[in-house]
């Protein structure tokens, strides 16, 4: 090992450890920031530990409001994603390659498209047909590029699919109905599980769509944004506290079904 | 399609079909459509629809064009989004090769897992934190000024926060393909790089990074098309100097009160996306098929 090599390993491992500063600093701040008793969420000067900012969240209607609307939101964007992903993987599958390759192109498109568009696009449509922006807008925007990651999902899992078990259970009497709830559900059910569980953190976060077509509701993420214009406080920092603790619990949970489904491929 | 009516039968079959249908003809076709008919037309009174003057015309797109200021935000726009693109592909390359190359199973597992714990909390939380970081009074500018690295306070919200926010919420669009791509590598061919006498950085630039050209090019592509249609870092970290391309659309949409115009720009941006991504999997000749893995 020469000098230059020494050099370089000495940086990288100072750079490894900075990355993970940069990546976690600012959330542990942010998190930090909520037992400070100053009105701007902070963490210098440390003017006093408090619980406060809790009571001062769950005190916050206009927050809890939000909130529901979001989990409304992403409880009608999953019943949407959902059969529609299952239904264009099962298509892909049964393509020819060229125009399978045609589809698929046309299929992901919406996930290379900017947020911001998929939102107006779907605003000046539903305008000319008299709807304006609001809960069954947001959930139609979002939909159509969460459709996409519920697809790929599928269409993973999919893959690895055994259809000599379809031609067996049509060979057994089964009619073709009972094939697909009884054989192909089954198989995809830990694909669809985790594929819901993305769909809803995707529909939770998101923001740069739902902003154009939110109209007057006002879901979670738009909350929190107003909130840092119109006075932010470490209740909004309580809030994201605990939204990254649900977040790892939630990541925790999507990781260990990804595993189990992944396992049980294996077997 | 016959072989999935074959598959499924006619009930199942057209269920799919419909599903599909619903999906990219009503919820993508019909709504890009009529944004582009948007785009053409001109903004009028209700009661001139349908007049003489409702006709097609390349004025919105011309208007961008013309008016300098919001000329200069779109290709400062496009500018810093691939400004972004790069800093984040700088950034994201030294631990993607770690984990693919160096680390241990069981450290990978972990690492991985650490990653994308900021990538499930939501982009407003992460870029609220930044703003939090970033404050004329806040931790930054404490923790330098005790350092002597500065003896004044920095404003920092503008071009500055703006790019640390963005580089921070598209790491992990960076991140995983590029790591995809190194860890498909076999190490022998690093080694027998080594054993010929190439230095470090060589290793990387002549083995190593022409093999991860395709993760290197669909993870710049993300990050472009994230960074030029993002909304909420620099409407938070930026300041009046630093307006970004799609807070000019927001205002012709509900400041402005022309969505033809913010139509226009809409498609514009649109595009240049569109282009960019697909000018650059075919230079660096990756498949669209590869891309959304």
Not at chain 1, 16 to 21: G, L, S
Not at chain 2, 107 to 135: G, K, M
Not at chain 2, 202 to 225: E, L, N, S, Y
């Amino acid at each position: 090992m020469n000098a230059a090599d020494r050099i370089a390993r000495g940086l990288f491992a100072f750079y490894f450890v900075a990355f993970f500063v940069y990546l976690f600093a600012p959330l542990a701040i942010m998190a930090a920031a909520t037992f400070n008793t100053s009105r701007f969420p902070t963490i210098t000067p440390w003017q006093g530990t408090t619980l406060d900012w809790f009571n001062q969240l769950a005190a916050d209607t206009g927050m809890w409001q939000s909130l529901r609307t979001s989990i409304l939101v992403a409880f009608f964007v999953v019943a949407v994603a959902l059969p529609i992903g299952t239904a264009a993987a099962l298509m892909l599958t049964s393509l020819h390659a060229r125009a399978r390759s045609f589809l698929y192109a046309v299929m992901v498109s919406p996930l290379l498209t900017p947020g911001v568009v998929v939102g107006i696009s779907t605003l000046v449509l539903w305008r000319q047909l008299g709807v304006g922006g609001g809960i069954f807008l947001i959930v139609l925007a979002q939909a159509s590029f969460i459709i996409c990651y519920v697809m790929l999902m599928v269409a993973a899992r999919l893959q690895r699919f055994d259809r000599t078990q379809e031609e067996a259970a049509i060979g057994l009497g089964a009619s073709k109905f009972m094939m697909f709830r009884r054989v192909m559900l089954p198989f995809l059910k830990p694909a669809l599980i985790a594929a819901a569980f993305l769909a809803v953190l995707q529909s939770i976060e998101n923001y740069n769509t739902t902003l154009f077509v939110r109209g007057f509701d006002t879901p979670l993420t738009v909350y929190i944004a107003t909130k840092v214009r119109t006075g932010l406080t470490p209740a909004v920092n309580a809030l994201a506290l605990i939204m990254i603790a649900v977040t790892i619990i939630g990541a925790i949970v999507y990781e260990v079904v990804r595993r189990r489904s992944r396992s049980s491929i294996d077997v | 399609m016959a072989e999935l009516y074959r598959r499924f039968g006619s009930g199942l079959g057209t269920l799919f079909l419909a599903l599909v249908a619903v999906w990219l003809a009503g919820m993508v076709l019909a709504p890009n459509l009529m944004m582009i008919d948007y785009a053409f037309r001109p903004n009028l009174l209700p009661a001139e629809i349908g007049g003489p003057r409702d006709v097609y015309s390349l004025d919105n797109i011309l208007y961008l064009a013309n008016e300098s200021v919001h000329r200069t935000i779109f290709f400062k726009t496009v500018w810093a989004s691939a400004l972004v693109a790069f800093l984040t592909l700088v950034v994201c390359y030294p631990p993607a090769y770690w984990l693919a190359q160096r680390a241990t199973p069981n450290h990978t597992a972990v690492v991985l897992l650490a990653l994308t714990i900021p990538f499930w909390i939501n982009e407003v939380l992460r870029t609220l934190a930044w703003y939090i970081l970033l404050a004329f009074r806040g931790p930054l500018n404490a923790v330098l000024l005790a350092l002597g690295i500065i003896d004044q306070p920095m404003r920092w919200y503008g071009d500055a926060g703006v790019l640390a926010g963005m580089v921070y919420a598209y790491i992990l669009f960076m991140l995983f393909p590029i790591y995809n791509a190194i860890e498909s590598l076999d190490r022998s061919q690093i080694e027998a790089a080594r054993d010929l006498g190439a230095s470090i950085w060589r290793t990387h630039w002549r083995v190593v990074i022409p093999h991860a050209k395709a993760g290197i090019a669909t993870g710049c592509v993300f990050t472009f098309m994230l960074a030029a249609g993002s909304y909420v870092a620099p409407a938070l970290l930026g300041a009046p100097g630093s307006r970004w391309f799609t807070e000019i659309i927001y205002n012709w949409f509900f400041e402005g009160g022309d969505w033809n115009r913010g139509a226009a720009y809409a498609l514009v941006l649109l595009v240049l996306c569109l282009t960019v991504v697909l000018v650059t999997l075919r230079i660096a000749r990756v498949n669209l098929t590869d891309v959304a893995k």
